[in-house]
């Protein structure tokens, strides 16, 4: 007979461990604290999170995903950006297979998670390799979406500014039971040429009857910007700019 084997030698169960152990953050402000609070919320499904660059939009996201997959082995966190460059470039013109040509996309996600992750011991393998070899952090273009299913995911589709309508709507019919989803971008950044569906999405779900099927609504401002202070008189001066254009 098979000797059962105890949750601490389950690996999943190791790694939801280590997560729960591991998991940091800098000290949130107020507002900051408010998101994790929606985030987390069982009631919520889908939050779209607008605000200027450096608000934490994409960190505080990545922080709730994290919170979320540690509480069972069964979710996963899923990655989803657009393939947007500059001179019109597009990823067939990238070499490689679709995990390579997507790889460099990736970067702003790696980035938050060494963050937010604590190092474990050097003998150990990477939490983060780990994760991710077990398909419990993946990452794709809004492209690949059409026709999936999200079930027991987190979804964070990151620079949502750059998201056609269209592709907001791929994205959003996709997720399934027991996900969320975090929509993050910039209103006041596109690279498409104003054919962003961003802001447009958040209009036809920012009401009392979409907050109550779960679909959330959430902005950070200027004064949340964390990155630098010299980025918050950058962002006002733009802003300022927009508004008289």
């Given at each position: ?12 169960t190791i790694n939801a461990e280590w997560l729960k ?75 490689g297979d679709v995990e390579e040509k997507f790889n ?47 079930n027991d995911s987190v979804v964070i589709a990151d ?87």
């Open positions: 007979m098979a000797k059962k084997r105890s949750p601490k030698q389950d690996p999943q152990l591991r998991i940091k953050s800098h000290p949130l402000s107020p507002r900051q604290k408010d998101f994790l609070g929606l985030s987390l919320d069982p009631s919520t499904s889908i939050a779209f999170i607008s605000g200027p660059a450096g608000s934490t939009k994409t960190y505080m996201a990545v922080l709730a995903a994290l919170r979320e997959i540690q509480k069972t082995v069964d979710k996963s966190l899923l990655y989803v950006r657009t393939v947007i460059e500059s001179a019109d470039r597009n990823l067939g013109y990238l070499p460099p996309y990736m970067a702003p996600l790696r980035d938050k998670l060494d963050e937010i992750i604590r190092p474990i011991p050097i003998e150990s393998p990477s939490i983060i390799s780990e994760l991710t070899n077990k398909g419990r952090i993946q990452a794709m273009p809004i492209n690949y979406l059409r026709g999936a299913s999200l620079e949502a500014q750059n998201f056609t309508f269209k592709e907001l709507t791929t994205l959003i019919t996709r997720i399934g039971k027991d996900s969320k989803l975090f929509i993050c971008g910039d209103l006041m950044q596109s690279d498409i040429n104003g054919r962003s569906g961003f802001s447009d999405m958040i209009k036809l779900f920012k009401d009392e009857e979409s907050e109550n099927k779960g679909i959330k609504c959430f902005q950070f401002f200027e004064e949340d910007i964390h990155r630098s202070e010299i980025l918050k008189f950058i962002i006002r001066r733009l802003y300022e700019k927009k508004c008289k254009s």
